[in-house]
């Protein structure tokens, strides 16, 4: 009895220790660095993947506090044995204060400096989280010694293909110089994609300034651009027609501040859509834009196929028509090539008559999101819509506010029709309601005449809840 229970232990214990390949990378995967550090230590084998390539593309390192010295000599330690194989380098910075500012510039300052100036270093992605600049980075040292290692750290890049610098807010000069730095080294050739929708301070006009303009020049390679309107003008637009063309294939421009001191006329866009004839448009309406007639700057020309419309309800409660008004202007402006809507409103009033006029006139629409106050009958006229063929939906995510209990059997009811006309795991309809304890889930609700009977089910409706996980990969 006792030989068969240690044959069975050593076969486990040798089963264990001769796990494959495959199966160690993916146990390794799910764990935090401590616990693949114990891990590594089980068996030579298991030591053996920890060093496994693709169990370390991804880094991401926080700079804040009074620990942000031990942060930075800890991240060192890493970047001895594993930046060769980073592709994708996250660094995060904490708020600082008089007091916690000089150690977390110094502490970012060094470990940027010998991270550089490694050879095998071959990092593709960069994403500069919550610099903001503006509003934290008072000091103007430690801020010139934080802004000054970027630059030099990125000019030194020679694989780059993405940086990401949102919500940088960097003054004018200070955004200049990291502009530069990209563009005068390998990066301008590199270098597909720019996400810069806030790269500067609020009420920045950059367009204005050569120096931004020559910097922008340098980018030879970009095929993604995600920037500001405040950022864009005649002349850049020029630019990119001559440098990018063919290649550009995707911009996203935001509209969050006032944009009535400049625009770019219809004959100008047209110019820039025939120099590059793949590029596409997302626009994005958010904070307090609206206050600004946005309609003098969303032109005919604009290849737009996007349009994500933010709005708070302190605007509302000013202009009421606000986004009625906004919704008539785009369908009425690019109801050829819109494909995507999404409405994130707060206590919205009724915009059920011009979203629906938006949807009957912009038949190329495949893609309605809102978050906001819609009535169930203007849900049900999406519905005929969809099911008459006018049109034709392929995804539609629906968060509504503002709902009466008496409500919700109707609206399941929509919602399974919805599912029949539109492929189902594309359906989201979330509300604020739960369903009345003496509704018979199992079972279809009673319905006008006119509703296809189906079987509802809880999951139909989701309630709406703070359910999500982040997941979020510290040093």
Request: glycine share 4%; charged share 25%.
């Amino acid at each position: 009895m006792s030989k068969k229970r240690s044959s069975r232990n050593l076969l486990l214990e040798q089963g264990w220790k001769a796990l494959p390949d495959v199966a160690l990378v993916e146990i390794y995967s799910l764990l935090k660095d401590q616990d693949r550090a114990r891990m590594a230590r089980v068996c030579q084998n298991w030591f053996r993947m920890f060093s496994y390539p693709s169990l370390w593309r991804y880094r991401r390192v926080k700079f804040g506090g009074f620990c942000a010295d031990d942060t930075g000599k800890n991240a060192w330690k890493f970047a001895k044995l594993f930046a060769k194989h980073v592709r994708s380098l996250t660094l995060g910075f904490g708020m600082p204060s008089f007091r916690t500012v000089k150690i977390m510039s110094k502490s970012a300052e060094t470990f940027l400096r010998k991270l550089g100036a490694l050879n095998n270093l071959k990092i593709q992605c960069i994403s500069i989280e919550y610099l903001n600049m503006e509003y934290y980075w008072h000091f103007i040292i430690s801020r010139n010694r934080i802004v000054t290692a970027l630059s030099r750290f990125f000019k030194r890049q020679r694989c780059l293909l993405s940086i990401n610098l949102i919500a940088a807010r960097l003054t004018l000069i200070d955004g200049c110089r990291i502009l530069e730095s990209l563009g005068r080294g390998a990066s301008g050739r590199t270098l597909e994609s720019i996400y810069m929708e806030d790269m500067f301070q609020a009420n920045v006009l950059p367009f204005r300034h050569r120096r931004y303009i020559n910097a922008m020049r340098k980018f030879t390679g970009l095929r993604f651009v995600h920037t500001n309107y405040s950022y864009l003008s005649n002349e850049l637009l020029e630019i990119f027609s001559d440098k990018l063309g063919m290649n550009l294939q995707r911009m996203t421009i935001m509209i969050d501040s006032d944009v009535s001191t400049h625009s770019i006329t219809t004959a100008e866009w047209n110019n820039f859509v025939a120099a590059c004839p793949s590029l596409r448009i997302g626009l994005f309406v958010c904070s307090f834009a609206p206050r600004s007639n946005i309609s003098s700057v969303l032109v005919r020309g604009i290849p737009i196929d996007a349009v994500h419309i933010s709005i708070w309800k302190t605007l509302t409660d000013e202009n009421p028509n606000l986004i009625s008004n906004m919704l008539d202007h785009v369908g009425n402006t690019y109801y050829r090539t819109l494909e995507s809507l999404e409405l994130s409103l707060d206590r919205n009033p009724s915009i059920d008559e011009p979203l629906l006029n938006a949807l009957n006139k912009c038949r190329q629409i495949r893609c309605l999101a809102i978050s906001g106050q819609i009535s169930v009958q203007t849900i049900q006229d999406i519905c005929r819509l969809q099911e008459e063929g006018r049109v034709d939906l392929h995804r539609l995510n629906l968060s509504l506010h503002g709902m009466a209990s008496p409500e919700y059997p109707y609206l399941m009811s929509i919602c399974e029709r919805l599912k029949s006309s539109i492929d189902g795991n594309a359906v989201v309809i979330e509300t604020n309601l739960t369903p009345p304890p003496s509704l018979d889930l199992r079972r279809s609700p009673s319905t006008d005449s006119d509703n296809s009977s189906g079987s509802g089910s809880e999951a139909d409706i989701e309630t709406s809840s703070d359910s999500e996980e982040y997941r979020d990969i510290e040093l």
